[in-house]
């Protein structure tokens, strides 16, 4: 044991002496990936105890819409039922293409060759998918369809790759309660497979042994610390640490000028911590979900986005992570959207995007934008002049969301990251939602060390690792709830199956 | 001891039976901050040894040309010489601005406040530095003087934050050696002061006791591995890893599509994972110093840089690594320099930026060029109109660069990622020089653990280290000499102050 590491969350299995609880898989957290690993675990005959943070099971998964990104084997039951192809190879064309240089192959090759499946595992848990599809333009569907484009599929680059297909498979009910439905329903298994949920309890250091295997964690409970024995291995699904204020000004610095954290409270970063602290190797740490709210309403896409220069930077029609990436990318963190009185429509996330300017002509508002000046009458005539061809020279922005901007009034709203307030949430700028780096784990959950070894009796699956997921650039909502429980179950079978001290 | 951290790089100190070598401060690399850290601690009368796993010393700082950005406290002695004044607000006020929010306040305040001392110590190493200076836009003077513009000092934002003083300090002589020159002077000093230097030879494992110090470490000489014990501390100055491909695809997969390692061939980063073995925390591991050469010659700055969609994206005057931090952001990796022939020379240290497209009119370069019709001369009769009243408007090149692009002949370089290809560099991509990730220090030089909790005996400076430097965005010749240097100085000297186990 080698307490340099960390003074507080290693502690030595042959130190304990009385054992609170003794059980073969302890998965810490009991989120969407806690709660997948906890249930393949009990169901391959382990005896499973879950710690809970929280006083109740849910996590980010029941926060979200528990939308998840599957297709892949020709099409999952609802895409095929809906008559949609879906081949695993363009399913993989399109994650290496979205992930680029960050992409883990094998876990894009193992996750598009497992989705469909995963489909049928989360069906048969009782969740209720409508075999109808919502393909207009939006995040998640507030009418109870439950498949949906939720990524950049349609939008360039991506079109140019990878035959478009809607992958975004969300529980059906009107209104947005796909997480609590899922989550309501994998534990309700749980429990009924007999494994035992703590709640209000959390690890806080693992136990190792001489043969540097982790044995268990010590938690804490009731303000008092209890020692837990984990004869096959321990699971850690703790999340991501997007709330833990520490690590994201050690980790992502400049995106913190740009979002403000907006996730589940309990996104501290516990397990990617315990697991650093036995040695597990984390990547991806400067990574995170973060989201340009521009639509819905869909048609503000007609829109153009303009820099501060008052110059185009991406094609309008890209998923709300992209529209973030790029727009942080842009050299100051003031964004506007030109659109015409028809367009408009106030966003369905934002308390406010200010107008700033307004016109019956683009000159008139280039005369009250912030821009410097003649520059938004070039920006607007070059777009309008192919715009009316259906083109978009510069960005592709596909056809369906082109047309001139010909049509007075006109408004230019700003979105500047020190301006926008999304609705669900207080903060003064765009919100960083989640994380996406963490412990560096093998498509089977386990963690591995600085040297990729395996760490003995330790896996992490969902944001506590660095998953399918990668950057906002390529993301797609439901990339990070199908990974998590995808993985979450592979981790629960890999821990189930070791071999028991 | 815990080898689940790594089962190759951790000893336990009462393992060791027999010691081939015993020191007081042992200095694992033998560049800049090796060689500023076993001066100081040799002074201080410590016994001291050095590893060094090139044949010679030298390092990366022998490679550079050993510009040092310093100033502050009124002016270094050369600065105050030459009649300029620096005060260390200023130069404070010039490193918040570049490093923004990556900064490290203590060592950004320890170095402003220091830095002018430091100038005196070097020189009196006896490396020469001419009273003079060379204030054209150059990366370093090929004439003799010492002292330079080595930043962004008189670019925008910059010229509205701080007051442009010239910081780059560079030993006198004509050519580029200054690196030799400042580690010839160095390594005859620690030579006469007795310090032990052991060549072709490295560190390869960290002894810990059992009251978790370290207190010395396992290395490889003539094939055999040698035990060496520290009773004062081990000072990890190995440098960087822009050349370990694991690390850098690890840790920087997106800056590889735009940059080659092009570094130091020691620069593994054999002593960030020897810290990270016994604890050690790493940040800002995502970070390189990376160049985009476009000066000299300074007059190629007259042109105006497009990105792929014929658009302006940065004021040209800017520092070159700040032109490849902008280049790198922008959506494809593909840049451009329009140039009117009076203006036109070939690039000092780019072997071809192929001339795409020639012309007696900017329509007739458009024709040829490979942007979407129409944008260049938008681009261009916006950026004369400006230009011709001394102004720009969108990025604020200063006046000093800024004329009208309308004396034919003109001419489109393509500067791609793919083709650019550096004299200096075998690589076809544009060079990744160094790492700015690595251990995470006190102003002391001391390591600190995933607690932020000192690790006893353990030291670091220079590139093993996340030191002063943090961001090409703001990055100026000679914050990472000036930092190894300085940080080194100050880790020999907490080694040396260590009490003795």
Same sequence: chains 1, 2.
């Avoid at 980790?251 to 970063?269: A, K, R, S």
Wanted: net charge negative; with cysteine; charged share 20%.
């Amino acid at each position: 044991m080698n307490p340099i590491l960390s003074t507080h969350k290693v502690r030595a299995f042959e130190s304990i002496s009385h054992f609170d609880i003794s059980t073969d898989v302890l998965v810490c957290g009991y989120g969407g990936a806690g709660a997948a690993a906890a249930l393949e675990a009990v169901t391959l005959g382990a005896k499973v105890t879950i710690l809970e943070r929280a006083s109740a099971g849910g996590g980010s998964t029941a926060l979200s819409s528990c939308e998840m990104y599957l297709g892949g084997s020709g099409g999952t039951a609802l895409q095929k039922e809906l008559g949609l192809e879906d081949s695993t190879e363009n399913m993989l064309a399109y994650l290496r293409e979205a992930l680029g240089p960050y992409g883990d192959e094998d876990k894009m090759r193992c996750y598009a060759q497992g989705a469909a499946g995963h489909f049928d595992w989360v069906e048969s848990l009782g969740v209720p998918y409508k075999r109808a599809a919502f393909l207009e333009r939006t995040v998640v569907p507030l009418s109870d369809e439950s498949l949906l484009f939720t990524g950049n599929e349609k939008a360039h680059p991506f079109n140019t790759i990878a035959k478009p297909v809607p992958r975004g498979h969300v529980p059906s009910k009107v209104g947005d309660e796909g997480g609590k439905i899922f989550m309501d329903a994998i534990m309700q298994r749980i429990a009924g497979a007999g494994a035992e949920v703590i709640n209000d309890c959390r690890a806080i250091a693992l136990l190792v042994d001489k043969n540097n295997r982790v044995c268990g964690v010590i938690a804490k409970r009731d303000n008092r610390e209890i020692a837990i024995r984990a004869t096959r291995g321990v699971v850690l699904a703790t999340g991501g640490f997007v709330m833990n204020d520490t690590m994201t000004r050690q980790y992502m610095p400049e995106l913190l000028e740009y979002c403000v954290p907006y996730g589940n409270t309990f996104d501290m970063g516990d397990g990617i911590q315990l697991g650093q602290a036995v040695g597990g190797q984390t990547i991806n740490m400067e990574q995170a979900f973060m989201s340009f709210p521009l639509y819905p309403p869909a048609k503000l896409t007609y829109g153009i986005l303009l820099n501060k220069h008052g110059q185009r930077y991406i094609n309008e029609d890209a998923y709300l992570a992209r529209l973030a990436h790029y727009s942080c990318q842009q050299a100051e963190q003031k964004f506007y959207l030109l659109v015409q009185e028809e367009d408009f429509e106030a966003s369905h996330y934002l308390q406010r995007a200010a107008i700033v300017a307004t016109g019956d002509s683009i000159a008139e508002v280039a005369s009250e934008a912030p821009f410097p000046a003649g520059i938004l009458e070039q920006t607007v005539s070059y777009f309008n002049q192919h715009a009316s061809n259906k083109q978009d020279p510069l960005f592709h922005k596909t056809a369906e969301w082109l047309k001139p901007l010909n049509k007075p009034p006109f408004a230019l709203l700003e979105y500047s990251a020190s301006e926008m307030t999304a609705v669900i949430m207080p903060g003064t700028k765009g919100p960083l939602i989640f994380t996406l780096g963490g412990l560096k784990t093998l498509t089977t959950g386990e963690v591995v060390n600085l040297d990729n070894e395996i760490i003995s009796g330790l896996y992490a699956a969902g944001r506590a690792t660095a998953g399918l997921p990668r950057t906002a650039k390529g993301y797609a909502s439901g990339m990070s709830v199908g990974d998590a429980t995808f993985f979450g179950r592979l981790a629960g079978r890999s821990a189930a199956k070791h071999l028991p001290i």
